[in-house]
């Protein structure tokens, strides 16, 4: 399986602000990313995939993906306590999706 | 609803005792996961089906955890004498078939999980 890295946090930014989490992954090969939003006690949930390299948006939510770097993130525009919550990495390119720990976000008013 | 489908959300055991969680995956999804959660951690995986067949299975899975997906449509995992360090959230989760677009196939919908307390 894949090994992915993500720094635990927490991560805590004010309201409004941007927040960046990251991912590394040791494999090559993936083509595909996938971050997942996990309230506390619930599922994960996809939130988000990119497939090529540089940058994908999608409202408040832009995914960056550098290949060569072995790296991805995901940023959060204008952050709101609704997004408080762990944000889970998954390379793509496996039968066996592998997640990384995930990063916790904490947006405070 | 068509969403994926886990039962039951809680469960409560003795150590010692076996227990069995059922999931329901999208109807149209053969493909499915299950993966083990403890505070703190990703999802960890545990087992995987290609409509009935168990492709794969954790090396760290012990011998008293099964699962069964009998007709390629619900599954079963049952844990056999528990133990306290079994206690975590059980997630189910769906993706679609081989003959989709590869990120298509890729995304996995998860259930709402078990949340397993082993006393």
């Known amino acids: 399986q894949k090994e992915v890295e993500q720094n635990s946090g927490p991560l805590s930014v004010p309201e409004g602000a941007i927040a960046s989490l990251n991912c590394t992954y040791s494999d090559r090969v993936s083509q595909s990313f996938f971050w997942y939003r996990q309230y506390s006690g619930k599922s994960p949930e996809l939130i988000m995939s990119?497939?090529?390299?540089g940058d994908k948006e999608d409202g408040r939510f832009t995914a960056q993906l550098n290949k060569a770097s072995q790296y991805v993130s995901l940023l959060i525009r204008d952050s709101q306590p609704s997004d408080s919550a762990t944000y889970l990495c998954a390379p793509g390119g496996s039968y066996i999706p592998t997640f990384g720990r995930g990063t916790s976000l904490i947006v405070h008013p | 609803d068509t969403g994926v489908s886990q039962n039951p959300r809680h469960k409560i055991t003795k150590r010692g005792q076996n227990v069995t969680f059922r999931c329901d995956p999208i109807?149209?999804?053969?493909?499915l996961y299950w993966y083990r959660q403890t505070l703190g951690q990703g999802p960890e995986f545990l087992t995987y089906f290609q409509n009935e067949a168990q492709l794969e299975k954790s090396r760290l899975l012990s011998d008293r955890f099964s699962a069964e997906r009998p007709k390629g449509s619900f599954s079963t995992l049952e844990i056999q004498r528990t133990e306290q360090g079994d206690s975590a959230m059980y997630l189910c989760?769906?993706?679609?078939?081989?003959?989709?677009?590869?990120?298509?196939?890729?995304?996995?919908?998860f259930g709402s999980g078990t949340q397993l307390s082993v006393l």
């Open positions: 990119i497939y090529s390299n």
């Open positions: 109807s149209e999804h053969n493909r």
């Open positions: 989760a769906s993706s679609l078939e081989p003959g989709a677009s590869q990120g298509a196939r890729e995304k996995l919908f």
